[in-house]
């Protein structure tokens, strides 16, 4: 958990102060702000099978490891990419693959971390891992912010530079003592053949996600199409409500099952975005996305369970990776479509339409509770 509050701390302070980084030190517009800011998320999409065959094969530990060494890399080049800035198209080439380098440490450093919680305590713990595990992401983006505007505000990019290539320096010392899991038989069942054992749970984590790509994506517009102040307040209950929920009711999918727990979950979301949907004011608004990440809060890690349920031991690595992927693609996929919804019906109706998609995985939640006889 420490590591990956260190790893994705890295990776929060950039993403406040990149766009500025591109558009004054750069001279670049929207549209490079736009290509370095989700090329990190690409990277580490394409990175997550990867991950989990190393982490299956190498060990969990060694991930984790890889990982951090990762991100330490991405900050030396972001320190190159400032010793060109009097070459614009290079300095912001060398930006990108920092980026990209990024990426591919999250998905090592989340994945590698998750597999690693899963051997040290096993599988009757699932949920808790994949809970306290995302509570600890959660908790460095909502750090990860306002450190980085502090740092930028010191000494500019540079300090956000020194920064990713030292803290996960500082971590690899921590866990180097750590005892790690032995690695898995290396004969296990092909990549294919994992993902279609737990395409099903996949799906409902996919459904389920567009309300957490709508809140990221749409919350702070949706208070400014109403005049509601201040605009950070949904996002804020929404995070709050979640951290909040995996502390306290973390062990439920372990204890009553993920597909039970994900049956009521969802429901709850569906209703926290429909909520917002429909608010006339910011209080029922914040209200709203307060219950969408109370809902959301135990949807992802009792679908979480049944995927590890359905997957083989000795790839638990890759499970977990092609799991975690399924939230990637429901981000990059839900955001331009629900763009879309509010370019013609307004920011009310992306919130209306999520929670009609993510009520679509109540189906998945009640084939995967038939299948297990509860």
């Known amino acids: 958990m420490a590591a990956v509050l260190i790893g994705f701390l890295v990776i929060g302070v950039a993403l406040p102060v990149l766009p500025l980084h591109v558009r004054d030190d750069l001279g670049y517009g929207p549209v490079m702000v736009g290509v370095v800011a989700g090329c990190q998320f690409a990277a580490a999409l394409i990175a997550r099978i990867w991950s989990g065959r190393s982490s299956d094969r190498r060990g969990a530990k060694w991930a984790v490891m890889a990982g951090l060494w990762a991100a330490a890399a991405a900050g030396l080049l972001y320190l190159l990419s400032l010793s060109i800035l009097n070459m614009p198209g290079l300095s912001v080439a060398v930006l990108l693959a920092g980026r990209a380098v990024l990426g591919g440490a999250e998905s090592f450093i989340i994945t590698?971390?998750?597999?690693?919680?899963?051997?040290?305590?096993?599988?009757?713990?699932?949920?808790?891992?994949?809970?306290?595990?995302?509570?600890?992401?959660?908790?460095?983006?909502?750090?990860?912010?306002?450190?980085?505007?502090?740092?930028?505000?010191?000494?500019?990019?540079?300090?956000?530079?020194?920064?990713?290539?030292?803290?996960?320096?500082?971590?690899?010392?921590?866990?180097?003592?750590?005892?790690?899991?032995?690695?898995?038989?290396?004969?296990?069942?092909?990549?294919?053949?994992?993902?279609?054992r737990l395409w099903l749970p996949g799906v409902g984590a996919a459904l389920s996600s567009v309300g957490f790509g709508a809140i990221i994506a749409f919350s702070s517009l949706l208070f400014v199409e109403h005049g509601w102040m201040p605009v950070?307040?949904?996002?804020?209950?929404?995070?709050?409500?979640?951290?909040?929920?995996?502390?306290?009711?973390?062990?439920?999918?372990?204890?009553?099952?993920?597909?039970?727990?994900?049956?009521?979950?969802?429901?709850?979301?569906?209703?926290?975005?429909?909520?917002?949907?429909?608010?006339?004011?910011?209080?029922?608004?914040?209200?709203?996305?307060?219950?969408?990440?109370?809902?959301?809060?135990?949807?992802?890690?009792?679908?979480?369970?049944?995927?590890?349920?359905?997957?083989?031991?000795?790839?638990?690595?890759?499970?977990?990776?092609?799991?975690?992927?399924?939230?990637?693609?429901?981000?990059?996929?839900?955001?331009?479509?629900?763009?879309?919804?509010?370019?013609?019906?307004?920011?009310?109706?992306?919130?209306?339409?999520?929670?009609?998609?993510?009520?679509?995985?109540?189906?998945?939640?009640?084939n995967l509770r038939r299948a297990t006889g509860i």
């Open 112 to 196: 590698g971390a998750t597999a690693w919680g899963l051997a040290r305590v096993g599988a009757p713990h699932a949920g808790k891992v994949i809970a306290w595990t995302g509570t600890a992401m959660f908790a460095a983006f909502a750090a990860g912010a306002p450190l980085g505007t502090v740092l930028y505000g010191k000494g500019g990019f540079a300090a956000v530079a020194v920064a990713t290539a030292v803290a996960p320096l500082i971590t690899l010392l921590l866990i180097a003592p750590l005892r790690g899991a032995a690695p898995a038989h290396k004969n296990g069942p092909g990549i294919l053949s994992v993902i279609s």
């Open 232 to 366: 950070w307040l949904a996002f804020t209950a929404y995070a709050a409500a979640l951290i909040a929920a995996r502390l306290l009711f973390g062990h439920l999918p372990d204890r009553i099952g993920g597909a039970q727990v994900a049956l009521v979950s969802v429901l709850v979301e569906a209703i926290g975005l429909a909520l917002m949907g429909y608010a006339g004011s910011a209080a029922l608004a914040t209200l709203g996305a307060a219950l969408t990440g109370l809902g959301y809060a135990l949807v992802f890690p009792a679908f979480g369970v049944e995927a590890v349920r359905l997957a083989p031991s000795e790839s638990r690595g890759v499970a977990m990776g092609a799991y975690t992927a399924c939230l990637d693609i429901a981000l990059d996929v839900s955001g331009p479509l629900l763009g879309f919804v509010a370019s013609g019906a307004g920011y009310s109706a992306v919130f209306l339409v999520s929670a009609i998609l993510v009520l679509c995985s109540i189906v998945v939640a009640i």
